[in-house]
């Protein structure tokens, strides 16, 4: 919505152990506008 999207498709998860007890989870989508 920041920069004017209609809706996000193509939506990617990533997960990854950056330390014990800690891990970062990443999100990806290519935002579209709609005419």
């Known amino acids: 919505q920041s920069i004017g999207a ?3 498709i193509n939506i ?3 997960t ?8 970062e989870m990443l999100a ?5 506008k709609l005419k």
């Open 6 to 8: 209609d809706a996000v």
């Open 12 to 14: 990617r998860y990533s």
């Open 16 to 23: 990854s152990a950056v330390m014990t007890g800690a891990a």
């Open 28 to 32: 990806y989508g290519t935002a579209v």
